[in-house]
């Protein structure tokens, strides 16, 4: 059964700091997805990654893959303040399959 | 992307009562599924609507208390019956389109309050 772990749960943060949250997923998946939430919205996607090695990159955001390591990572470079939010990864159950198994979501607060 | 409308967006109900919630996709869409987010957790997948037929349930999900309609490729519900205080969350309704090549998208979701 597949299970997704994320950590921390909460990260507070300076503006300007740099920060990973990590995302590790406990069978094969063949893809890893990152989605954002803020307080009363619904998920937003942030990256795709499909296939071992993948990186995406968009503003101060990154986020990688290892599949063999079954496990992705979310970067944070140089937080501000907008990036405030809770960060949701969710890999897919099977191939080929939009259902999704979450993670527990990252709090993240950047402090002025 | 698709564009998802939800209705309600919020509603306080009675327990013993039942809320019936819309999902309504500006295009046809392959997929269609409904996902619970509790207060302050993640999401979990409760089924997923089928198009003319019996939705699929996930383990711990069951007809009788979340009867789920999809009469075509555009529109779905979710029907969260006889209301108790633990049914409090938000439901969202999310899309894929086949093939799979994107990430599926999700509606702005409606939170309910069973009091």
């Known amino acids: 059964e597949l299970k997704v772990e994320q950590n921390p749960l909460f990260l507070s943060m300076q503006e300007g700091k740099n920060y990973t949250i990590y995302c590790n997923y406990s069978t094969t998946s063949d893809r890893l997805y990152w989605y954002r939430q803020d307080p009363g919205k619904s998920l937003e996607s942030l990256f795709v990654l499909l296939s071992n090695g993948a990186v995406k990159q968009e503003g101060r955001l990154m986020a990688s893959l290892d599949t063999k390591a079954r496990l992705s990572t979310l970067h944070i470079t140089a937080a501000v303040h907008d990036l405030s939010a809770t960060y949701f990864c969710?890999?897919?159950?099977?191939?080929?399959?939009?259902?999704?198994?979450f993670g527990t979501g990252t709090r993240l607060k950047v402090l002025a | 992307s698709a564009v998802i409308s939800q209705k309600p967006s919020r509603d306080i109900c009675q327990r013993g009562t039942s809320l019936t919630i819309q999902c309504q996709v500006d295009?046809?869409?392959?997929?269609m599924f409904w996902y619970r987010q509790q207060p302050g957790q993640s999401l979990t997948l409760i089924a997923t609507a089928n198009q003319g037929s019996e939705a699929t349930y996930e383990s711990g999900f069951v007809i009788d208390k979340f009867p789920i309609s999809r009469p075509n490729l555009t529109f779905s519900t979710l029907t969260v019956s006889n209301m108790s205080p633990e049914d409090s969350s938000i439901y969202l309704c999310s899309v894929g389109q086949a093939p799979m090549n994107t990430e599926a998208f999700f509606g702005q979701g409606t939170r309910l309050t069973v009091v």
């Open positions: 295009s046809q869409v392959t997929m």
């Open positions: 969710a890999a897919s159950r099977g191939s080929g399959t939009y259902k999704y198994i």
